[in-house]
Structure formats: C-alpha cells, structure tokens
C-alpha cells in the first residue's frame, strides 16, 4: 500500500492549496481515504475523509465549509481543495487509508498513512 501526499507550501491567509494524494490501486479499490494535519507541538488530528465511491464525505469542524475532499478513482489520486486559508491550518498534512472507522476521525481508524505535505499559512 502506497501512499504519497503532494501540494503543499507557502501561501497567504486568504488564499487556497490543493493538495493530491497518490495512492496505490490495491488502496483505491476497498478503502475508504481520508486526510489528518498535524501543527507544530500539537498531536495529529482528523480533517476530512470520503467514502470508497466519493458519494460521502466527512469534515471536521474546523474545516466545514472552507476544505473540499475529492477523489479520482480512474487516477488513483484523492485531492484536499483548501480555501480561505487561515494561519491556524499551518500543519503537515498527511493522506490516510482506511475502512469506514476513518470517518470518526481517531487516529485508531487509519490502517495505512503516507507520507505528509507542509503547508504553511502566513498572516
């Protein structure tokens, strides 16, 4: 299982990120995905997550409203559409597979993480 987080950097508070996640066929055929951040001094936590067809997506609060997940099975590749970017959303984004457990948020509903992506918002 692979997976490989992408589109991150530096961008100011207002403005928006798309980050892609690769993943693997095997992951994308039976899992549901789903993206975490983790800010410095802060443990990880739960931002958004789809279902294995895409019809269902989850959000934390935080994000509701601002964050838009998505995923392209035909590419393999899963997308975090960031917009209205705050300071506070600075973190290390990182792509997570899993089956439906992932979409409560807990670290304990990812069966495989992938590497993360910096994003870092300035003010």
């Known amino acids: 299982v692979q997976l490989q987080a992408s589109g991150g950097g530096l961008v100011q508070a207002g403005g928006s990120l798309r980050l892609s996640c690769a993943a693997s066929?095997?992951?994308?055929?039976?899992?549901?995905l789903g993206w975490f951040r983790q800010a410095p001094g802060k443990e990880r936590e739960f931002a958004a997550a789809?279902?294995?067809?895409?019809?269902?997506?989850y959000y934390a609060g935080s994000v509701k409203g601002r964050f838009a997940i998505s995923r392209d099975n035909a590419k393999n590749t899963m997308y975090l559409q960031m917009n209205s970017l705050k300071p506070e959303d600075r973190a290390v984004y990182y792509c997570?597979?899993?089956?439906?457990?992932?979409?409560?948020?807990?670290?304990?509903?990812?069966?495989?993480w992938g590497k993360g992506t910096q994003v870092t918002v300035s003010s």
């Open positions: 789809i279902s294995w067809s895409g019809g269902n997506t």
């Open positions: 997570a597979a899993g089956y439906f457990p992932i979409t409560t948020g807990r670290l304990s509903g990812v069966d495989y």
């Open positions: 066929a095997r992951v994308l055929s039976r899992y549901y």
